[in-house]
């Protein structure tokens, strides 16, 4: 592992980033930028994730920590605008959180179909990590991390969410992505303020994604320090990426190197990408997403990071709404 003006690593310290003083190069105000994937692809990718790959993908962050280039930055601001919170929608079929530094979901509601595994390959790696499906215009909008998307210039490819994922099945169907997206500054320099990334996933058998398993809301430009509960899957030690795991409690502000919403939490590998929730409600299961699962720093066990949703992260949500 590498280190460098300020070392950080990924969920479960798998991912060793340098931040470096000079600032980002990507426009703040510039759009999200996108890969569309041919049919072709999209094919391919359905029929490459067999019940086998899926419990054998690694965790993205063992694949990034393996002799990866150390350049990332966490120096632009996050703009904020107004407050805006998109309610979350039910499938057609229609408190106050414990400290919880990481368990099994137990609770049931609609996070348990909403959220889910992603996979895809990274060169010529099986990976995974974690998503959520949100409310939009498309009703086929998944949200997750950044370098769940794309890393290094490069977009992963044979991208497929799968919802309510356990034990190796898809009870709701594997849903291959027709987009992926993420920020300019993670485009640009992989700034970690900005590590959020989305997909647009083609219909399944006819039906829209939100139509079959739900859609939670969304909120930008919120407070900081609140009740927020964080979902994800992760598969490295002591996890094995099987079941949906959560922790929850009163978040902080990264003071360090980013301005990112912190959370005491011991999700490993795998886990990146999950939804972090305000206003959740346990009986439900429904909150308004607010970030995902980023990363953690080495020197601080047990506390996982999410970036702040605030103008970026809206703008790169309308654009995949739209898609």
């Given at each position: 592992?590498?280190?460098?003006?300020?070392?950080?690593?990924?969920?479960?310290?798998?991912?060793?980033?340098?931040?470096?003083?000079?600032?980002?190069?990507?426009?703040?105000?510039?759009?999200?930028?996108?890969?569309?994937?041919?049919?072709?692809?999209?094919?391919?990718?359905?029929?490459?994730?067999?019940?086998?790959?899926?419990?054998?993908?690694?965790?993205?962050?063992?694949?990034?920590?393996?002799?990866?280039?150390?350049?990332?930055?966490?120096?632009?601001?996050?703009?904020?605008?107004?407050?805006?919170?998109?309610?979350?929608?039910?499938?057609?079929?229609?408190?106050?959180?414990?400290?919880?530094?990481?368990?099994?979901?137990?609770?049931?509601?609609?996070?348990?179909?909403?959220?889910?595994?992603?996979?895809?390959?990274?060169?010529?790696?099986?990976?995974?990590?974690?998503?959520?499906?949100?409310?939009?215009?498309?009703?086929?909008?998944?949200?997750?991390?950044?370098?769940?998307?794309?890393?290094?210039?490069?977009?992963?490819?044979?991208?497929?969410?799968?919802?309510?994922?356990?034990?190796?099945?898809?009870?709701?169907?594997?849903?291959?992505?027709?987009?992926?997206?993420?920020?300019?500054?993670?485009?640009?320099?992989?700034?970690?303020?900005?590590?959020?990334?989305?997909?647009?996933?083609?219909?399944?058998?006819?039906?829209?994604?939100?139509?079959?398993?739900?859609?939670?809301?969304?909120?930008?430009?919120?407070?900081?320090?609140?009740?927020?509960?964080?979902?994800?899957?992760?598969?490295?030690?002591?996890?094995?990426?099987?079941?949906?795991?959560?922790?929850?409690?009163?978040?902080?502000?990264?003071?360090?190197?980013?301005?990112?919403?912190?959370?005491?939490?011991?999700?490993?590998?795998?886990?990146?990408?999950?939804?972090?929730?305000?206003?959740?409600?346990?009986?439900?299961?429904t909150g308004l997403q607010s970030s995902v699962n980023s990363f953690g720093y080495v020197f601080l066990?047990?506390?996982?990071?999410?970036?702040?949703?605030?103008?970026?992260?809206?703008?790169?949500?309308?654009?995949?709404?739209?898609?």
């Open positions: 592992m590498r280190t460098g003006a300020g070392a950080l690593a990924a969920i479960g310290a798998l991912l060793a980033l340098t931040l470096q003083a000079t600032p980002a190069s990507a426009d703040s105000g510039s759009p999200a930028t996108s890969q569309k994937v041919s049919e072709s692809a999209r094919a391919d990718a359905a029929g490459h994730w067999t019940a086998e790959r899926m419990r054998a993908a690694t965790p993205v962050e063992e694949l990034l920590g393996l002799g990866a280039r150390v350049t990332d930055r966490a120096t632009e601001e996050v703009r904020r605008g107004a407050e805006l919170k998109v309610p979350p929608r039910a499938p057609e079929s229609g408190t106050k959180a414990l400290p919880e530094p990481g368990g099994p979901w137990s609770g049931g509601g609609d996070v348990v179909q909403t959220s889910g595994r992603v996979f895809f390959k990274m060169g010529d790696r099986d990976a995974s990590c974690s998503g959520n499906s949100v409310t939009s215009d498309n009703g086929s909008t998944v949200m997750t991390a950044g370098h769940c998307v794309k890393y290094q210039g490069a977009w992963h490819t044979d991208w497929v969410f799968v919802p309510g994922y356990h034990d190796g099945e898809a009870p709701h169907g594997k849903w291959t992505a027709a987009e992926t997206l993420t920020t300019p500054q993670w485009e640009a320099s992989e700034d970690m303020n900005f590590d959020i990334g989305a997909a647009v996933v083609d219909p399944l058998d006819g039906k829209k994604l939100a139509d079959v398993v739900g859609a939670q809301g969304l909120s930008f430009n919120a407070a900081y320090n609140t009740t927020m509960y964080s979902f994800g899957f992760p598969a490295a030690d002591p996890y094995d990426g099987e079941k949906l795991v959560y922790c929850s409690g009163t978040s902080f502000q990264d003071v360090l190197l980013t301005k990112d919403h912190g959370l005491s939490c011991n999700m490993t590998g795998g886990s990146s990408g999950g939804p972090w929730f305000t206003e959740f409600d346990e009986a439900t299961g066990p047990d506390t996982m990071f999410g970036p702040y949703f605030g103008a970026e992260a809206q703008e790169l949500y309308e654009r995949a709404q739209a898609g």
